[in-house]
C-alpha cells in the first residue's frame, strides 16, 4: 500500500500542481454551471408557483431547491478530466511511455482523477456546500442529518469510482475512433440527463423511470442526492446503493476487457 | 562469454496498412464506403542474433525501419510475421515482463511523464522498477556527475530543453540496471559536448554491467565510438550485418566536403560543376559526386584515388566559397553505395 502510494501519488499532487496554472479557465466553467443553477431555481419557482398543490412528485419548493443545489454540488465534485486526458496521450503517442515500462494505466489515471477531485471538494464542494448550508440555517433552520451525510459520503465515493469507470473506458474509445470529441460532448449531455442532474429521475414517466434507475448514470448524482436530502425509504436506499455497488463491479470488468483490445488494436496498427 | 543469444530476431516483418484519403469532396465521399487499402512494409524478413554485452550499431536512412525494428522490440508493436525474442521473453506477448528488464530512448520523443517534475519522475522509476535504496543512490550519484541532473532536478519534463530532456531520458532508461537498451537516436540534435557526455554514459553501462546496446543514429561518430558491429538496413531490408571494419576498408577513405558558397544564378554554378569531373586529377563518375543545394555545396569522393587539393582547387577558384569543412562520409551515403 505504501509502495503504491508512492508510485502513484505524484500523479495526483502533478493534477494539483497543473490546476493552479489553469484555475482561472475552471472558475469560468464554474460560473456556467452556477449560472445554470439559478435558471433551474428560478423555473421550478415558477412552477410551484403555478401549480395547485404545493407538492410536486413529492417534493416541496424548498426540497426541490435543496436537490437542484446537492445535485449540481455532486456532479461537480466527482467530475474528472481522465477522458480528455487519454485521448491526449493516445493522439500523441505519449501512451507509449506508459507501454515500455512496467507501470499500470489505470491506476495511474486513477490516481490523476483523485487529484481532479481533491481540487473539486477544496476549490468548490466544500465552499459551496458551507455556504448552502449555512443559508438553510439561516433562512429556513435546517441542520443537516449526520446519517444522511455519512451514507451520501459512501454513496458520493460509487459515483466517483462509476464516473472514473465511463470516463475511462470514453477515453479509451481514443484507441477505435479518430474523432472522440463528439463522442465526449454527447455522453456529457446524455449523462446530465440520465444522472439526474437536471431534475430528479422521479420526473420521468414511470416506464422510462423504471429503466433508468436501473443505470450506472442513476448512481452517479441521483442516488447520493436523494440520500443526503433523505428521501429514500430504508428499501430504495440498499436498492440504489446496491445498483451501484454492482455497476463499479460491472465496469471495472467492462474497463478490463476493452483495455486489452485496445492494446491488441495499437500494437497491430502502430502508434 | 555466456553463448546464449540476448536479442533474437528470426524472419521478422511488419507491414502496416494504411488508407488512402479521397481528394476533394466526391474522393472523401467515395473513402468512406471504399476505402483504398495501402500496404507499407516497414521490415521485411529481417533476421539477426545479438549476445550478451554487445553494441549493435543499427543504422539506415530515413525510413529504412528502424524504430518500427524497436518498437517490436520493446512489445508495443506486434510484428506480421516472424518473431523477435528478448532474454526470455518475446516482448508483444509479454509486455509488462519485458519492460522490467530494458530501457528504452525514443530521441525524438520523451519517454518520461510530460507534467511531473523530474525529481518525481526518478522516484516513481525507483518504485516501478523496484531499485533498492544503495543501487538507487549510487546510480542518482552517478548520473548527476556525469549528466548533471540537479541543473534541472525541480523542473517538469515539460519545460526542459532539448539536451537536458535526452539527459534525463537516457539516465531514465538506465537507472534500473537494465539487461538491454534500447537507444533509437539517443544523439539526434544535441551539442558535440552532450553528445560525447551520452557516448560516454552509454560505454560505461557496457563495461560495468555488460548491458547489451542496440542504438540508431545518423551520426557515424556515434558508430565509430561505439559499436563493434553493425547492421545496416534499408527500405526494410537486410543490407549488412558485420563488423565496423570492413565497412572502414570499404568506405573509410570516402570523404566529404561541405561549401557553402555564394552566388546569383544556380543554373551557372551547375554548369561549371559539370566540368569537375573531367577536369579534376583521378574523377571518375563512379568515385565522386556533388550535389547543390540552397548554396551548399557537397562533394563525396574517395581520398585514395582523388586528391583532396584537386578538387579545393577547382571550387575554390571557380566560386566565391564563404566556409567550408571536410567530413567522414555520412551513414546515408554508405547506405547508398550498396
Ligand atoms: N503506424 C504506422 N502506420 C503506417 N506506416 C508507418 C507507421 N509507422 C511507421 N510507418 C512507416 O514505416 C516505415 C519505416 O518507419 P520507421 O519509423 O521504422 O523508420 P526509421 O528507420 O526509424 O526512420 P528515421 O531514421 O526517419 O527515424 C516508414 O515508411 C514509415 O512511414
Ligand atoms: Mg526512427
Known amino acids: 500500500m505504501k509502495k503504491l502510494l508512492r508510485t502513484y501519488l505524484p500523479f495526483t499532487k502533478a493534477v494539483m500542481q497543473g490546476f493552479m496554472a489553469y484555475r482561472m479557465n475552471f472558475y469560468v466553467y464554474i460560473l456556467g454551471e452556477l449560472f445554470q443553477t439559478v435558471v433551474l431555481i428560478y423555473i421550478w419557482f415558477a412552477i410551484f408557483s403555478s401549480a395547485t398543490s404545493e407538492v410536486i412528485q413529492g417534493f416541496t419548493f424548498k426540497q426541490m431547491v435543496g436537490y437542484v443545489v446537492m445535485s449540481t454540488l455532486t456532479s461537480m465534485l466527482i467530475g474528472n478530466e481522465v477522458h480528455w486526458d487519454i485521448s491526449q496521450d493516445v493522439k500523441s503517442g505519449r501512451i507509449a511511455t506508459n507501454l515500455i515500462k512496467p507501470v499500470n494505466y489505470q491506476l495511474l489515471k486513477f490516481f490523476n482523477c483523485i487529484g481532479n477531485i481533491g481540487i473539486n471538494l477544496t476549490f468548490l464542494f466544500l465552499p459551496l456546500w458551507g455556504g448552502y448550508t449555512i443559508f438553510d440555517f439561516i433562512s429556513n433552520g435546517v441542520i443537516p442529518n449526520i446519517t444522511n451525510g455519512l451514507l451520501y459520503l459512501v454513496s458520493v465515493s460509487l459515483s ?8 475511462y473506458l470514453f477515453g479509451l474509445a481514443a484507441f477505435f475512433i479518430e474523432y472522440v470529441f463528439g463522442f465526449i460532448f454527447a455522453k456529457e449531455a446524455i449523462l446530465k440527463l440520465l444522472s439526474g442532474q437536471l431534475i430528479p429521475l422521479t420526473f420521468f414517466p414511470k416506464g422510462l423511470f423504471n429503466v433508468f434507475k436501473f443505470l450506472p448514470f442513476a448512481g452517479l448524482v ?35 476487457l476493452v483495455w486489452r483490445k485496445a492494446i491488441k488494436r495499437l500494437t497491430i496498427l502502430g502508434g | 562469454m555466456n553463448e546464449k543469444n540476448m536479442i533474437e530476431v528470426h524472419n521478422l516483418t511488419k507491414t502496416f496498412t494504411a488508407y488512402k484519403k479521397g481528394k476533394g469532396l466526391a474522393g472523401t465521399l467515395k473513402s468512406l464506403f471504399k476505402r483504398e487499402a495501402i500496404h507499407i512494409e516497414a521490415v521485411k524478413d529481417i533476421s539477426f542474433d545479438i549476445k550478451p554485452g554487445e553494441i549493435i550499431g543499427y543504422i539506415g536512412a530515413n525510413g529504412a525501419g528502424k524504430s518500427t525494428t ?24 509479454k509486455r509488462q515482463e519485458n519492460a522490467k528488464h530494458i530501457g ?62 535526452m539527459r534525463a531520458d537516457l539516465a531514465a532508461s538506465m537507472l534500473h540496471n537494465p539487461k538491454v537498451l534500447f537507444l533509437d537516436e539517443p544523439t539526434i540534435g544535441l551539442d558535440v559536448m552532450v553528445k560525447e557526455r551520452i557516448r560516454k554514459a552509454i560505454k560505461d553501462m557496457n563495461q560495468r554491467y555488460g548491458t547489451t546496446i542496440l542504438l540508431t543514429t545518423h551520426d557515424m561518430s556515434d558508430i565509430e565510438e561505439l559499436c563493434h558491429r553493425i547492421i545496416i538496413i534499408d527500405k526494410g531490408k537486410l543490407l549488412y550485418d558485420g563488423g565496423i571494419d570492413t565497412i572502414r576498408k570499404e568506405f573509410g577513405y570516402e570523404r566529404k566536403i561541405v561549401f557553402d558558397l555564394r552566388y546569383d544564378d544556380a543554373t551557372l554554378v551547375e554548369q561549371t560543376l559539370e566540368t569537375l569531373i573531367p577536369s579534376v586529377d583521378g574523377c571518375q563518375p563512379d568515385n565522386t559526386t556533388y550535389q547543390l543545394s540552397e548554396g551548399q555545396l557537397t562533394v563525396n569522393f574517395n581520398r585514395n584515388q582523388v586528391g583532396v587539393s584537386g578538387i579545393m582547387n577547382f571550387v575554390l577558384s571557380h566560386f566565391n566559397v564563404l566556409d567550408f569543412s571536410v567530413q567522414d562520409m555520412d551513414i546515408e551515403a554508405i547506405v547508398k553505395r550498396f
Do not use: C, H
Open chain 1, 160 to 167: 466517483a469510482l462509476i464516473l472514473f469507470y465511463i470516463n
Open chain 2, 104 to 165: 528504452v530512448v525514443f530521441g525524438q520523443k520523451t519517454q518520461l511523464w510530460w507534467d511531473l517534475p523530474v525529481g518525481e519522475t526518478f522516484a516513481i522509476l525507483k518504485e516501478i522498477y523496484q531499485v533498492p535504496d544503495d543501487f538507487y543512490a549510487s546510480q542518482m550519484a552517478y548520473f548527476d556527475e556525469i549528466f548533471e541532473l540537479s541543473e534541472f532536478m525541480g523542473q517538469t519534463v515539460r519545460t526542459l530543453s532539448l539536451g537536458q530532456r
Open chain 1, 222 to 256: 441521483y442516488t447520493p442526492t436523494m440520500i443526503y436530502l433523505g428521501k429514500f425509504s430504508e428499501e430504495d436506499l440498499l436498492f440504489n446503493l446496491g445498483v451501484q455497488a454492482v455497476w463499479v463491479l460491472l465496469l471495472m470488468a467492462l474497463t478490463q
Open chain 2, 70 to 93: 524497436i518498437k517490436m522490440m520493446t512489445g508495443i508493436l506486434n510484428p506480421t510475421s516472424g518473431y523477435v525474442k528478448v532474454g526470455d521473453y518475446i516482448p508483444y506477448e
